[in-house]
């Protein structure tokens, strides 16, 4: 009734919605997987793309999408 412990809420996402959430986080982990075999941190590879190291954690962590220059710098 009011929702105690253990109960289960589900949210309905659109499918775009849900597929966009999947791209992000399938891209963030190729970045960070590439930056790993370069051995570079995300402070270095911020400074060879023109970006901060925030934003690099936040591309690698799949929660922002990097834009088409960085990709491309990428």
């Not at 309905?12 to 963030?28: A, F, H, S, T």
Request: proline residues 4%.
């Amino acid at each position: 009734e009011n929702g105690g412990p253990g109960m289960k809420y589900t949210i309905d996402i659109p499918e775009e919605q849900v597929e966009r959430l999947e791209r992000k986080r399938i891209i963030g982990m190729n970045i960070d997987n590439r930056r790993r075999e370069m051995k570079l941190s995300q402070q270095k590879l911020a400074i060879k793309v023109g970006t901060s190291q925030f934003m690099i954690a936040k591309w690698c962590q799949g929660r922002y999408m990097p834009g088409i220059i960085y990709l491309y710098k990428l």
